[in-house]
């Protein structure tokens, strides 16, 4: 519990990628902040939407102007909805949920890492990998206090305010972490259950180069639950996918390099070394 509070301090790490947006769907947009993603489901100009992770530590300002281009005026969520709780989802949360004083929705296993009174598995600098995952030692991973605003998702698979999308629990990079997927296009929102650029490769993050890899390395403590995770998105066979970091995917590229990363997750995703691959 070293390393700081989420949304305590800015981390000067960015992309090329940074401030801009890209649609997915007609309804679904996705907003990137720095090196992460936020995603606004909800169509434009409307008052019923929600916003889906929260981005960095001091990154409210720069969603807020996303949403006001986005919707036409800085049009509250009905909801919040997590895929997990590591720093860089809920960098801005605590201050928007104050602003707007919505509903904040997680896995019931991610509540005590929202709640704060657990904080997460220390990220593993020495993880292999490019230097992101040697800076990863300087991220935090105390929790956020939510308390009283925070709710477990209804265990029935539902997501409350976004009908047609149900939750799937895909653990390994978080105990709690989930995916959103929404049958009637074969959309998927990931989080990080897996991402489209390699985020321990510090130049892969900057330029944002397009590759389907597993989920951080530097901070994903149970490698078996996270290929398991894997080979259930991939059986889904979405047709277009927002992760959590790196660009959206859809079409070919998303079937093959989803497949790909499922058959051969072990040589791909899983790291040569690392306190959480040796079990130290």
Known sequence: MKNGTPGSHYLPLTSVSSGKGAEVRPDV???TTQIVNV??????????????????????DNIMDAIEERFGFPAPPRAIVLTHGHFDHVGALSVLA??????????????PYLTGTRAYPEPDPLVEGG???????FFPNEPVDLTGRVKPLPADGTVPEM????????????????????EE???????????????DKL?????QHLEISGPPRYYTPDWIAAKESVRRLEALKPAAAVTGHGHPVAGRELTEGLAELARDF????????????DGE
Request: proline share 6%.
């Open 163 to 182: 009908p047609g999308w149900r939750w799937i629990h895909t653990p390994g990079h978080t105990l709690g972490h989930v995916s959103l997927f929404r």
């Open 266 to 277: 072990d040589r791909l995703a899983v790291p040569d070394h690392g306190k959480y691959v």
């Open 29 to 31: 947009y996705a907003f």
């Open 203 to 207: 130049y892969q993050v900057l330029t």
């Open 98 to 111: 104050s602003r707007w004083d919505v509903p904040v929705y997680a896995h019931e296993l991610e509540m």
């Open 131 to 137: 230097l992101a995952a040697k800076l990863s030692a």
């Open 185 to 199: 296009d074969r959309t998927l929102i990931a989080g990080d259950a897996f991402v489209t650029v390699r985020q």
């Open 39 to 60: 995603v606004m489901v909800g169509a434009p100009n409307t008052l019923n939407w929600v916003l889906v992770d929260a981005g960095m530590p001091k990154s409210d």
